[in-house]
């Protein structure tokens, strides 16, 4: 069965903390993305991979890095944190091959920047 | 700004009634998706329908694609308590790049 698991549902960091949010797949995905959801505005995307070592930036990416070192994990770095990035963030991943193929998500992580 | 935006934001809906969500895009598309989140979690896939199709079946779902009016429709038969959620529709542009763009969804509540 599919499976994309992030490292936490919940997690409350301070102002300028450095955060890190793990994302990992089981389905040897070439592609994975990263998302955060706010009331109103949708799913807005903040980086994606094709690859790994490869990143693109998506609509959003300021105030983000991204790190893939491994196929199965893409992880989301908050430099420093501040509190516009309390939001939901949301993995998925994709295979490669036709455009626009199913995304399988992971649960999200709510997180809330204090 | 969003390229997929649903109609209606809200529906709310008796046990057994049909369900019928809207999405309007802006420019030409490959396919078009639907998703599912119910509350608090992750979106799940229903639907994929391609740019030459008009119309797909899953269950008891089904998904209408008029490109030429750049618009598509979610229906839910028979609507169940289990169906309240929020449901998106995600475009992916020709000539994109492996990425799709989600909507701001259709939040539906089935009234058991």
């Known amino acids: 069965d599919v499976k994309v698991t992030q490292s936490s549902r919940y997690l409350v960091k301070r102002t300028g903390e450095k955060v890190f949010l793990e994302c990992v797949q089981d389905?040897?995905?070439?592609?994975m993305f990263w998302y955060r959801q706010d009331p109103g505005l949708g799913l807005r995307l903040i980086y994606f991979?094709?690859?790994?070592?490869?990143?693109e930036k998506g609509d959003i990416p300021e105030g983000y890095s991204v790190s893939r070192e491994k196929k199965e994990r893409f992880s989301l770095i908050l430099e420093s944190a501040s509190t516009n990035q309390t939001s939901m963030y949301l993995c998925?991943?994709?295979?490669?091959?036709?455009?626009?193929?199913?995304?399988?998500f992971g649960p999200g992580t709510r997180l809330l920047v204090l | 700004s969003q390229q997929g935006e649903e109609d209606p934001q809200a529906l709310s809906i008796q046990e057994g009634e049909n369900a019928t969500m809207n999405c309007s895009y802006k420019?030409?598309?490959?396919?078009l998706q639907w998703y599912r989140q119910n509350s608090g979690r992750g979106l799940v896939h229903l639907i994929l329908?391609?740019?030459?199709?008009r119309e797909k079946h899953s269950g008891r779902l089904r998904v209408t694609l008029d490109t030429s009016k750049k618009s598509s429709s979610l229906l839910i038969t028979a609507s169940r308590a289990a169906d309240t959620a929020s449901y998106f529709c995600?475009?992916?542009?020709?000539?994109?790049?492996?990425?799709?763009?989600f909507g701001t969804g259709t939040k539906l509540q089935v009234i058991p």
């Open positions: 998925a991943s994709s295979l490669l091959g036709a455009r626009g193929e199913t995304q399988y």
């Open positions: 389905m040897d995905h070439e592609n």
């Open positions: 991979s094709y690859d790994v070592k490869m990143k």
């Open positions: 420019t030409s598309i490959n396919n």
């Open positions: 329908i391609r740019s030459n199709e």
């Open positions: 995600a475009t992916d542009l020709s000539g994109g790049y492996q990425k799709v763009t």
